[in-house]
């Protein structure tokens, strides 16, 4: 069994033979992933890749949570519902969200 610190899924492991010929598992910390737009799934731009707490984001409509195709798309969306050209039954669930959000602001 191995041992509880090595039990977490944020630990990688790699499977490596010894000189000795025994099977061994080396276990490595997995590097933090990029964040991705909760929309499309694509992979945000301008957002540097290492840090935590502290990583840099934009500060835009939506930074850090949607890429900027779909921050126009929802911007676009949000005005023809308050213009009553369209109505929020017709927008696809995952960007009725952040329709909404724009709009209690
Ligand atoms: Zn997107």
């Known amino acids: 069994m191995p041992k509880p610190m ?6 990688k492991r790699l499977k490596r033979v010894t000189r000795t010929g025994k099977n ?15 929309i499309c799934g694509s992979e945000l731009n301008g957002i540097s890749s290492s840090g935590g707490r502290t990583r840099r984001t934009n500060s835009r409509k939506f930074g850090g949570v949607l890429c900027g195709g779909c921050t126009a798309n929802v911007i676009k969306l949000g005005s023809r519902v308050e213009n009553g050209e ?5 927008i696809s669930i995952r960007q009725k969200a952040y ?7």
């Open 6 to 11: 090595h039990r977490s899924r944020s630990m």
């Open 24 to 38: 061994v598992i080396h276990y490595r910390r997995a590097k933090p992933s990029m964040p991705h737009c909760a």
């Open 86 to 90: 369209m109505k929020l039954d017709e």
């Open 99 to 105: 329709v909404l959000q724009l709009l209690a602001h």
